[in-house]
């Protein structure tokens, strides 16, 4: 017989930041709440998990809760501006202001699928990923 017995991976909590990327799916507001709901599975079953995977699913659970949050707030804002400009006549402008808030989200949701796919790959490897811009809604586990 070669060789020993073959080693036992440890789970890493890869895929609460692979789940991360539901939010791509359907609506922008619809994609958001099925990648919170996705992470959020994933941080309660990992309550028993080593503490790596308990950090990357605290972590992609964060942060598919501060995407959400902002994806919320840009079209609120993009909302609001879009009435202002628009309350007394037919906008007949260019894209600043009203699309700015768009553009915006645009951009982070760039940066959720990059940083998403690049935190993913270091929780595989071992190392707890966190991702800049995520705010700490759910705290540190025990």
Not at 7 to 15: R, S, W
Not at 29 to 35: A, E, M, R, S, V
Not at 54 to 78: Q, V
Request: proline residues 7%.
């Amino acid at each position: 017989m070669p060789g020993g017995p073959v080693p036992v991976q440890q789970p890493t909590g890869a895929l609460g930041r692979w789940l991360g990327l539901i939010s791509l799916c359907g609506l922008a507001l619809l994609g958001n709440i099925f990648g919170i709901i996705a992470t959020s599975i994933v941080h309660a079953k990992s309550r028993h998990k080593p503490m790596l995977a308990r950090h990357n699913a605290r972590n992609a659970l964060n942060w598919s809760i501060s995407f959400g949050a902002y994806t919320a707030l840009l079209f609120t804002i993009h909302f609001i501006v879009l009435y202002v400009v628009t309350a007394d006549e037919p906008y007949t402008g260019g894209f600043f202001p009203i699309a700015t808030a768009i553009a915006i989200w645009m951009a982070v949701g760039v940066y959720h699928v990059i940083g998403s796919i690049v935190c993913a790959v270091k929780a595989a490897n071992g190392s707890v990923a966190w991702l800049p811009g995520t705010l700490p809604w759910v705290g540190s586990p025990r």
